[in-house]
């Protein structure tokens, strides 16, 4: 079934200012196509997750897809097959993707399933699709005053295109340390998402099946 998938990625869940604002996103998503589902994959839950040895050795063995190994990433994996649009929300930690972020990577990276080498390159099996991804931070790691590394942004750009989702755009929520700052870089990100081409208010309206 087509959908709009929301990933949250921060330990305060719905709560978080990036998740927040991703649901503008998602709300003037269903506002412009009213037949999409949407699915909420709230990723606290595998903060606690790990690789086990029989799903290294199913993939290795080349398993068939509806192995037991594979269940958990079958089931991750089929959640962004089946969305027109994805929505990320997720912190910045210690430069990069959190936790979570990285385990839900490691289960949706599935050599043979998700993506393989073809002629020497990494292909992606998935469809392109509209994503959009908030992304916070207590530093400023955006911009001209940028007064930290940013490990995230490269890191989940190449995770997405190995699966063959390009279409990207990124919007920041950073220097969130400081109140002042904290307030005017939530307007502007919530601006920066109305006016978007695909996910703002006046984005051009539209039936999937």
């Not at 994805?86 to 972020?101: D, F, Q």
């Not at 699709?129 to 007064?147: E, H, K, M, W, Y």
């Not at 063959?164 to 920041?172: A, E, Q, T």
Request: charged content about 15%.
């Amino acid at each position: 079934m087509a959908s709009i998938l929301l990933i949250t990625a921060s330990p305060y869940g719905g709560a978080s200012r990036g998740a927040i604002l991703a649901m503008q996103a998602v709300e003037n998503l269903q506002r412009n196509h009213p037949s999409l589902n949407l699915v909420v994959r709230d990723l606290s839950a595998l903060a606690t997750a790990t690789i086990h040895s029989s799903y290294a050795e199913a993939v290795v063995g080349g398993l068939a897809h509806d192995a037991e190994a594979f269940v958990l990433s079958e089931e991750l994996i089929r959640e962004l097959e089946d969305a027109t649009f994805v929505v990320i929300a997720t912190p910045m930690h210690n430069y990069t993707v959190p936790a979570s972020l990285k385990m839900w990577i490691d289960f949706v990276l599935r050599y043979g399933r998700s993506f393989a080498p073809i002629d020497g390159v990494k292909t992606g099996f998935l469809k392109n699709r509209p994503t959009l991804v908030v992304v916070t931070a207590g530093g400023i790691v955006n911009g001209d005053g940028r007064a930290q590394p940013d490990y995230l942004t490269g890191y989940l750009g190449d995770v997405l295109s190995t699966v063959g989702i390009h279409d990207l755009r990124f919007v920041y929520l950073d220097g969130l340390a400081s109140p002042v700052r904290a307030e005017q870089v939530a307007a502007d990100g919530a601006q920066t998402i109305q006016q978007d081409e695909v996910f703002g208010l006046g984005a051009p309206a539209g039936e999937f099946a």
